[in-house]
């Protein structure tokens, strides 16, 4: 029954999605409803559509939404999100003047579970697994060898409200969530906007990002694991308000990897008063995290804010990853700016940091993130890059 209430819906769209207002001559949005499983090939007009329950795009299926679009969940219809199967791709081809905005009725962080992609690319996980279990409540398995795989592309999407955390209490979903998602998707100019978990969390895989906004998420602004290694990714701002945890939190699952991201051009601001997830008095209020043998090479950044007492910029929090990582020049930070006076880089606890050379510097010129304002990356006419 949800299959066909699909089918009739976008049908619908579609014979009704290219009409015009008399008096204008413009397009009318479209209005339907979206649920179930899509199981073929699909366009989905220009519209305003409601999103009840977990929206799946089969493997071997395209869906296609034109830009402009809003799709809304609602908290009150159970366990919401839009899920992108392994096989299948998601194309939202917005624009920076017509985004696609997918969001919740409430405006209440936390409501419904965002944008989920599956891939077969690599990962490497606890122990050195190559596929697990994802752990957003569909227990769906992740991870294979297709390095190239591709899931679509999500060009100027907001995700609002999203981050739900499941009932059972192990199980959360982020703003975007991408598990084992490979190097032929495209992501450039997403905007996570105040979810109650990460904003974008990578499992493994390796896909790129370039042109990413998280705004006000209540953990971590972006987060990674199982050995995510995407090669091109570029410009991250945060801007943490209210609550949030670390800027970027960043681990490999305990693997010592040979491979590791690269990220240019970063920014993580921290706005006064905001506070950890667990309350003032958690530690999470640091600008970047590195734990379980997380790694990388990062340049251009520019962090703000982090002021908490006790905070750092760059905390070390595991003798291992000090060891392996920081030691075996497998972490690399150059041209770092730091405006609010936070300390460069330490240890958790009594662990003794110290870069090799060239693996850690700073600037006074390094500018972070280079992004353009447009409705893109505008909510309520709030200008989230201000």
């Not at 017509?98 to 490497?124: F, H, R």
């Not at 770092?336 to 330490?346: H, M, P």
């Amino acid at each position: 029954m949800k299959n066909l209430l699909l089918s009739l819906t976008i049908l619908g769209a579609l014979f009704t999605g290219c009409s015009t207002d008399d008096d204008e001559g413009t397009l009318r949005p479209v209005e339907g409803e979206l649920t179930g499983s899509i199981t073929t090939n699909t366009t989905i007009a220009f519209g305003n559509y409601t999103l009840n329950g977990i929206v799946t795009i089969e493997s071997g299926v395209t869906v296609t939404f034109d830009a402009g679009s809003t799709i809304t969940a609602n908290a009150t219809n159970g366990v919401d999100a839009l899920v992108v199967k392994n096989g299948g791709k998601l194309i939202m081809n917005g624009t920076a003047a017509q985004p696609i905005i997918l969001t919740e009725a409430s405006g209440v962080p936390g409501s419904w579970g965002g944008i989920i992609m599956y891939g077969d690319a690599p990962i490497k996980g606890s122990g050195g697994t190559t596929t697990r279990a994802s752990e957003d409540g569909l227990n769906l398995m992740y991870g294979g060898t297709n390095a190239t795989h591709n899931g679509g592309a999500l060009r100027y999407v907001r995700v609002e409200y999203a981050g739900k955390k499941i009932t059972d209490g192990t199980s959360e979903m982020n703003g975007f969530s991408f598990y084992s998602v490979g190097s032929g998707t495209i992501l450039e100019n997403l905007v996570s906007y105040k979810g109650a978990d990460d904003g974008f969390e990578f499992y493994g895989g390796t896909v790129s990002a370039r042109n990413l906004i998280s705004y006000g998420n209540f953990d971590d602004s972006f987060d990674w694991q199982d050995g995510w290694q995407g090669q091109n990714n570029t410009n991250w701002y945060a801007y943490q308000v209210g609550t949030g945890n670390f800027g970027m939190e960043i681990e490999a699952s305990n693997n010592n990897n040979a491979f590791w991201p690269v990220i240019s051009n970063i920014t993580l601001k921290r706005a006064s008063g905001t506070i950890t997830e667990g309350g003032s008095s958690a530690a999470e209020y640091d600008a970047i995290q590195f734990k379980k043998q997380g790694n990388g090479d990062f340049s251009n950044i520019l962090i703000e804010g982090y002021t908490t007492s006790g905070a750092t910029a760059v905390r070390i929090q595991d003798a291992g990853t000090n060891t392996d990582q920081v030691n075996g020049s497998k972490i690399k930070l150059t041209s770092v700016k730091i405006n609010s006076g936070t300390s460069q880089f330490a240890g958790a606890g009594t662990l003794s940091v110290t870069f090799p050379s060239g693996q850690y510097t700073t600037s006074t010129t390094a500018t972070g993130a280079s992004l353009t304002a447009g409705n893109w990356a505008t909510v309520g006419g709030v200008n989230l890059l201000q």
